[in-house]
C-alpha cells in the first residue's frame, strides 16, 4: 500500500524558512511524480511544486523563486525548501503522487500524505 508521510512543518517567522520532507513506501518512488499541495483555513487544496520522476520542477507563481522542490530516490524523500516565507503562505502541506507530466490538480492526485502544518507569524 502507497504511503507518504510529511514532516517538517512548524512555526516560523516572515521571512524565516523551512524545509518540509515527504517520504514514500510501497511505491516505485523513482517512477513516482511528487506534487506539494497546500490548504489555507477557508480555501481549497491547491498545487504548488512538482517534481517529476526525471526531476523535472514546476512551481506555481505564488512561489515560484521562494520554494525549490528536490528529491534522493535512494531515501525515497522529496524536498520543498521554502525560503522568504509570508504570512499567505501559512497552510496545511500535503505531498501527493500525481501524473509525471506533474499536473498539480487534486483532481489528479493518486495518493495524498496526512499533511503537515506551516504558521508564518510573529
Known amino acids: 500500500q502507497v504511503q507518504l508521510v510529511e514532516s517538517g512543518g512548524g512555526l516560523v517567522q516572515p521571512g524565516g524558512s523551512l524545509t518540509l520532507s515527504c517520504v514514500g513506501s510501497g511505491l516505485q518512488f523513482d517512477d513516482a511524480a511528487i506534487g506539494w499541495f497546500r490548504q489555507a483555513p477557508g480555501e481549497g487544496r491547491k498545487g504548488i511544486s512538482c517534481?517529476?520522476?526525471?526531476?523535472?520542477?514546476s512551481h506555481a507563481d505564488s512561489v515560484r523563486g521562494r520554494f525549490t522542490i528536490s528529491r534522493d530516490n535512494a531515501k525515497n524523500t522529496v524536498w520543498l525548501q521554502m525560503n522568504s516565507l509570508k504570512p499567505e503562505d501559512t497552510a496545511d502541506y500535503f505531498c501527493?503522487?500525481?501524473?509525471?507530466?506533474?499536473?498539480?490538480?487534486?483532481?489528479?492526485?493518486?495518493?495524498w500524505g496526512q499533511g503537515t502544518q506551516v504558521t508564518v507569524s510573529t
Open positions: 517534481i517529476s520522476s526525471q526531476s523535472r520542477t
Open positions: 501527493a503522487t500525481v501524473d509525471d507530466r506533474c499536473l498539480v490538480h487534486p483532481d489528479f492526485v493518486k495518493t
